[in-house]
């Protein structure tokens, strides 16, 4: 079945540093969703990509889907402390959503 | 609109006992689902509906059931609970197949 993996599991970044999170399936996706989910909260819906190579951003945040539509990442630059939390890709395809395991981000101030 | 709610938030049963999770929508979204999140295996999908009458098995669907006979509800029923049902419950729902999935708050649950 669909696999989504998610690499790095934890993210420590120092206060105003750059990272960036990878997404990779197994299969070709239809499209890839991006959420956020603060300690004790639930996922937020962050964006949508659905074209290959498609790039999009939010402020610090740029999404991007890989041409092959197996792969995506999410960069963050000058991070900040509103930044920590756990960032989920979802890969869809057909009805269902698979989830990556998550990047855990916690901002040293 | 008060989006997606869950209910209850926390919940401790004892092994062998059921209970149903509830959760309601009131965007007259078609689309629902329930989750579970464990410690670094992110969200794993249960079952899933794509409308009132269908539902259909996720990737963790045993010890679950689920059913919808209106738009706006779709509880999660544990059976008989046991120890590795411990977890916290997501509900969502969207407006289609591709869109954004709106979540829940969760429901904490631990099985003794």
């Known amino acids: 079945g669909q696999q989504v993996m998610q690499i790095p599991q934890y993210q420590h970044v120092q206060e105003g540093e750059d990272f960036t999170t990878y997404c990779n399936s197994s299969?070709?996706?239809?499209?890839i969703q991006w959420y956020k989910q603060r300690p004790g909260g639930h996922p937020v819906f962050l964006i949508q990509l659905v074209k290959s190579g498609e790039v999009k951003k939010q402020k610090r945040l740029t999404f991007q889907f890989g041409e092959a539509k197996k792969n995506s990442s999410l960069h963050i630059t000058a991070t900040q402390t509103t930044d920590v939390g756990t960032y989920f890709c979802a890969g869809q395809n057909d009805y269902k959503l698979s989830f990556g395991a998550g990047t855990t981000v916690t901002v040293r101030a | 609109n008060a989006g997606v709610t869950q209910t209850p938030k926390f919940q401790v049963l004892k092994t062998g006992q059921s209970m149903t999770l509830q959760c309601a929508q009131d965007?007259?979204?078609?689309?629902m689902s329930w989750y579970r999140q464990d410690p670094g295996m992110g969200l794993r999908l249960i079952h899933y509906?794509?409308?009132?009458?269908?539902?259909d098995q996720g990737e963790v669907p045993n010890g679950y059931n689920v059913s919808r006979s209106t738009t706006e509800d779709f509880p999660l029923r544990l059976l008989s609970a046991a120890p590795s049902q411990t977890s916290v419950y997501f509900c969502?729902?969207?407006?289609?197949?591709?869109?954004?999935?709106?979540f829940g708050p969760g429901t904490r649950l631990t099985v003794l």
């Open positions: 299969t070709t996706l239809s499209n």
């Open positions: 509906s794509v409308g009132a009458g269908i539902t």
């Open positions: 965007m007259n979204h078609e689309y």
């Open positions: 969502a729902s969207s407006s289609g197949l591709v869109d954004e999935q709106f």
